[in-house]
């Protein structure tokens, strides 16, 4: 026994040694992923969608707040990868590893269920987890930068705005994909595989031309991000608006398409808008059809259970009105 306790002792700090790396690991390659494509604002280079944020959610609601410090070595090996860390980087890394923190907590405190099946998490991820918590790491990062001297005071804003943006948009999109990998179960059973290819074949042909078309086509995006949600729920959803937001993001950096002719601030702007009617259209859509159709299976349940019920109480009359054998035979004694 003292055997096996000590065994587990060992095995505890190792699993957290290991998921300590592995969420840093993977909020570094998020990173390094968002910092492909970016828009300058105002002299600064801000991402239009920044994964990070949406990876350490996702781990925070998946492991808890033991993964803490793994977000902030990600944030770290992404500042060490842009630039040599400075003393007042310290900030930065406290910024955005307290976002997220701030983030599970709001979520938890309002008994937020990581499978998003009601509407009611849905709202909770868009307006605690990134509405109100992403407020953090981009305040902390543009007050850094103009106390620094980086960015003047007529500019704060702007960059403030793409800042908080990039990282709600990380959360929008990135934190429901990561909850749907945790409880997919493997082999994927899908009853609807032709529907599903097309729906895919439409996505892949239709987003790319409406992203680059120079008229404004962006809106014809919407009728395949309603029939995902309708049919396949989150997963089809989110990521449909997933391909959706990266092929706007690509477009807007590349100044093609409808992007072509606006300046760089309207390129955020128009950019931010599409981007988050775009992930709330599926996520909040998906939501309400996945409470739908929970309700619906609950009350087919109920009345189930009542017919059972009722069978059962129907039965049970029609035996004590059936008279026994043996009274039944002395019955037919007397008669004759």
């Known amino acids: 026994m003292a055997c096996v306790v000590a065994r587990?002792?060992?095995?505890?700090?190792?699993?957290?040694?290991?998921?300590?790396?592995?969420?840093?690991?993977?909020?570094?390659?998020?990173?390094?992923l968002g910092l492909l494509r970016?828009?300058?604002?105002?002299?600064?280079?801000?991402?239009?969608?920044?994964?990070?944020?949406?990876?350490?959610?996702?781990?925070?609601?998946?492991?808890?707040?033991?993964?803490?410090?793994?977000?902030?070595?990600?944030a770290l090996f992404v500042l060490m990868s842009i630039d040599t860390p400075q003393p007042q980087s310290v900030i930065v890394i406290a910024g955005n590893t307290a976002a997220p923190v701030i983030g599970y907590l709001l979520l938890r405190s309002q008994h937020f269920?990581?499978?998003?099946?009601?509407?009611?998490?849905?709202?909770?991820?868009?307006?605690?987890?990134a509405v109100a918590a992403m407020l953090i790491s981009s305040t902390t990062g543009a007050v850094l930068l103009l106390a620094e001297g980086s960015l003047s005071a007529d500019s704060f804003w702007s960059v403030w705005l793409?800042?908080?943006a990039g990282d709600a948009m990380g959360v929008l999109i990135?934190?429901?994909?990561?909850?749907?990998?945790?409880?997919a179960h493997w082999p994927v059973h899908l009853s609807r595989w032709k529907e599903a290819l097309l729906l895919a074949a439409a996505t892949a042909t239709l987003v790319p031309v409406a992203t680059h078309a120079?008229?404004?086509?962006?809106?014809?995006?919407?009728p395949l991000l309603v029939w995902s949600a309708l049919r396949f729920q989150l997963a089809g959803s989110m990521l449909c608006a997933l391909y959706a937001s990266v092929m706007a993001t690509i477009a807007a950096t590349d100044h093609s398409g409808p992007f072509s002719v606006?300046?760089?601030?309207?390129?955020?702007?128009?950019?931010?808008?599409?981007?988050?009617?775009?992930a709330l259209t599926a996520l909040l859509?998906?939501?309400?059809?996945?409470?739908?159709?929970?309700?619906?299976?609950?009350?087919?349940?109920a009345c189930q259970e009542l017919v059972e019920v009722l069978e059962h109480l129907t039965a049970g009359e029609t035996a004590s009105n059936r008279a026994p054998p043996e009274e039944d035979g002395r019955r037919r004694g007397e008669e004759l």
């Open 162 to 164: 793409a800042w908080w």
């Open 262 to 278: 606006l300046d760089r601030m309207d390129v955020m702007i128009n950019l931010l808008i599409f981007n988050a009617a775009a």
């Open 174 to 183: 990135v934190t429901p994909l990561l909850l749907l990998l945790r409880r």
């Open 113 to 129: 269920k990581p499978d998003l099946a009601r509407l009611r998490d849905g709202l909770a991820l868009v307006f605690l987890g």
């Open 285 to 301: 859509l998906s939501s309400m059809i996945s409470e739908q159709q929970h309700m619906r299976r609950s009350v087919e349940r």
């Open 8 to 32: 587990e002792d060992l095995r505890g700090p190792g699993v957290l040694v290991l998921q300590t790396l592995g969420v840093a690991a993977c909020y570094y390659v998020a990173g390094r």
């Open 214 to 222: 120079r008229s404004s086509m962006l809106f014809a995006i919407y």
């Open 38 to 74: 970016g828009l300058v604002v105002e002299g600064a280079v801000v991402s239009p969608i920044w994964p990070p944020t949406g990876v350490a959610l996702a781990a925070l609601l998946t492991f808890g707040l033991r993964c803490t410090l793994g977000i902030a070595l990600g």
